[in-house]
């Protein structure tokens, strides 16, 4: 099965002309695309953030959009983030029902998390993935690819049923061990672009230390040691980190 992953674009206002930040990238999203390679999957990545050529955000993401879908053809068509991203999410869902409207939409991240119910109602994905997304999402590529369409069986994913009514199935926190997970793929994405060119146009405090900064997030971690009550991420999963080779 051929997936397109789209990372979200940064300080995404869609109509209006906006700044975008360069040096950030979603680990989650790269994540996935691991997984689903290591699962036998084709993977396809399309990262806007990579472009500056365009005056406003929804101009790229549409004409990118466009001809991504019309290259690679998808069969499945998966996006995510957090809350901050509802505008990215919502032009994106639409755009991709316009360009590819048999292809189902799988959404996650943050704004799944936090909201599972009405953000699925509201923008209507064909899927959603609540909690950490890699063993799911390949759980529902395989489906898909095998034409069985059972995923009632399928744990943390929400679809909708043959009443077009939502059914969420149950929350299952029992990941397989932190060190069995592939690692991210960053390759698809094209971040090595990233890093050599954009990096330079943002981080004013690293550029006044470093005469050529090369920024990236590095994640060796899952969830948070602490359960501070303020917090919108006290979920009751469990603080796990990847092992140390010795």
């Known amino acids: 099965?051929?997936?397109?992953?789209?990372?979200?674009?940064?300080?995404?206002?869609?109509?209006?002309?906006?700044?975008?930040?360069?040096?950030?990238?979603?680990?989650?999203?790269?994540?996935?695309?691991?997984?689903?390679?290591?699962?036998?999957?084709?993977?396809?990545?399309?990262?806007?953030?990579?472009?500056?050529?365009?005056?406003?955000?929804?101009?790229?993401?549409?004409?990118l959009l466009s001809k991504a879908i019309t290259e690679h053809q998808p069969d499945l068509i998966g996006t995510g983030g957090l809350c901050i991203?509802?505008?990215?999410?919502?032009?994106?869902?639409?755009?991709?029902?316009?360009?590819?409207?048999?292809?189902?939409?799988?959404?996650?991240?943050?704004?799944?998390?936090?909201?599972?119910?009405?953000?699925f109602n509201h923008l209507k994905p064909e899927f959603g993935i609540i909690g950490e997304g890699e063993d799911t999402v390949v759980k529902l590529a395989n489906t898909l690819k095998s034409g069985e369409n059972d995923f009632a069986s399928i744990d943390n994913l929400s679809f909708w049923g043959q009443d077009h009514e939502p059914i969420h199935t149950k929350v299952n926190h029992n990941y397989r061990p932190i060190d069995e997970r592939p690692y991210p793929d960053y390759d698809v994405f094209g971040c090595g672009e990233m890093i050599e060119k954009y990096s330079q146009a943002t981080r004013v405090l690293y550029r006044s230390t470093r005469l050529y900064p090369k920024l990236y997030s590095v994640l060796t971690a899952r969830h948070c040691p602490f359960s501070c009550t303020f917090c919108v991420h006290r979920s009751g999963v469990a603080y796990r980190a990847r092992s140390i080779p010795k």
């Open 1 to 63: 099965m051929k997936v397109l992953l789209i990372a979200p674009t940064y300080k995404y206002k869609s109509q209006q002309t906006d700044l975008l930040s360069f040096s950030d990238f979603p680990s989650g999203i790269a994540y996935i695309a691991g997984a689903l390679k290591e699962g036998g999957h084709e993977v396809v990545g399309l990262n806007p953030n990579n472009h500056l050529n365009y005056d406003k955000p929804y101009f790229m993401l549409a004409n």
């Open 85 to 119: 991203d509802y505008p990215f999410l919502k032009d994106a869902t639409e755009l991709i029902r316009k360009f590819a409207p048999k292809t189902p939409i799988v959404l996650g991240g943050g704004i799944v998390n936090n909201d599972r119910e009405f953000i």
